[in-house]
């Protein structure tokens, strides 16, 4: 069996590079998803190979970079394809670098051929689709970490972005009619995508085996970190996490905030006035794990009423939890049940902030033999469904 990944990836040694030409934020999380999935491909002992258009915002607004033509410093091992980044050009120039690249793997005298394309792109798919009308043995599966319609949820969208993104999306849809299975993150994703009969699995994270942690020691020092990394968009609750900030009285309490997002001018508002809350901007990756081993309690304010919610799952709560640290969240629709045992959970009854004041309060004062044995079943939740491998040997079982 030959495995072709079609995604967006970019290597660790190029993440520097990405983020000092991006103009809006680089999507660092869609990097490590897919940095574990390539590592879940690897672990499962398949003959594979990847392919990369790599996810750069689009020039000029997103990035400063007009056309790819690769990276300055290491590229990893994997193929990158050439492409124009120009808004408005940028998605064509993907698709036509994409096709021309996957003619050795078209070539290849294999029975069967595989392409998991990572994320509903319209270049992946168009290259995928023209790679399986080229030579029909080639199975398509489509990995969905989010829905093309819910990609981007920034309050400052235009008005020329909604209408290309609906396009956009009806294009999407029609070339998802050619393939030929699917991993959702949550199964409320089946009811807005054409899965029909075909296999499908639904699985709400990945996590590799160098994100197992020992057992986390107890925070040290004399201040109580409250931590929240990813986009800083209000629609996540990340105003409403700065609102409840004020309402902890902790005075060894300080707030972090590693991102960027449209609350970036209110989040710097209230540290202006309010000192114990540290807005970083956007980190790198492991910057990020670095604060979130360092937390006392780690937020993930993202609210239940937005309609979006049913069709996500944040990466960012899986990351919390195998820290050990006490990870304040919302049950929301699409998480599996059995969260509820693992989350100091929000009461969605209350006013946001002050849910919110008051599960940071509760996570303060948990127990440490309560948050270790949550832990515990945790780490043995993600053994059983969430490692890298089982996942990557799932899709190939489809």
Not at 17 to 42: P, T, Y
Not at 179 to 198: A, H, I, R, Y
Not at 216 to 225: L, R, T
Request: one cysteine or more; proline letters at 7%.
């Amino acid at each position: 069996m030959k495995v072709l990944l079609l995604c967006g990836v970019f290597a660790k040694e190029n993440e520097k590079e990405v983020m000092q030409h991006s103009r809006g934020g680089a999507d660092l999380a869609a990097n490590n998803f897919q940095q574990k999935l390539i590592e879940g491909f690897r672990e499962a002992g398949c003959d594979f190979s990847v392919l990369s258009a790599p996810f750069l915002g689009a020039y000029p607004m997103g990035s400063d970079i007009a056309f790819f033509r690769g990276f300055s410093g290491p590229r990893g091992e994997w193929d990158y394809a050439r492409f124009n980044n120009v808004w408005g050009i940028r998605n064509p120039s993907r698709a036509a670098a994409l096709k021309k690249a996957l003619r050795s793997f078209i070539a290849l005298e294999e029975p069967d051929k595989r392409i998991v394309v990572y994320c509903p792109h319209t270049p992946f798919l168009e290259a995928a689709v023209y790679a399986k009308r080229r030579d029909p043995r080639i199975q398509i599966c489509l990995y969905v970490p989010d829905l093309p319609q819910y990609m981007n949820l920034n309050a400052h969208r235009s008005r020329l972005y909604d209408l290309a993104k609906k396009y956009d999306v009806a294009v999407m849809t029609k070339l998802m009619e050619r393939v030929d299975s699917f991993v959702l993150l949550t199964e409320p994703m089946k009811e807005l995508l054409p899965v029909g009969d075909k296999p499908y699995r639904v699985v709400e994270g990945i996590v590799a085996d160098w994100q197992l942690p020992a057992r986390p020691d107890a925070p040290g020092g004399q201040e109580k970190y409250v931590v929240y990394t990813g986009k800083l968009n209000r629609k996540f609750g990340v105003r409403d996490l700065i609102d409840a900030f004020g309402q902890v009285t902790d005075p060894d309490c300080r707030l972090v905030l590693c991102g960027r997002g449209d609350c970036d001018g209110y989040a710097a508002e209230a540290a202006e006035k309010d000192r114990r809350i540290l807005v970083l901007g956007q980190v790198p990756p492991e910057e990020a794990r670095r604060w979130q081993r360092a937390a006392a309690v780690l937020v993930n304010p993202r609210p239940g009423g937005e309609d979006f919610v049913p069709y996500s799952f944040a990466s960012k709560t899986i990351e919390y939890l195998l820290t050990g640290r006490p990870v304040a969240a919302y049950l929301l629709p699409g998480m599996p049940g059995c969260y509820s045992d693992f989350l100091c959970r929000i009461d969605p009854a209350r006013p946001a902030a002050e849910g919110i004041a008051a599960t940071i309060d509760g996570a303060l004062k948990l127990p440490p033999e309560i948050q270790r044995s949550r832990h515990e079943k945790y780490l043995a939740y993600v053994e059983q469904n969430l490692k890298a491998d089982r996942i990557a040997k799932m899709i190939l079982d489809m």
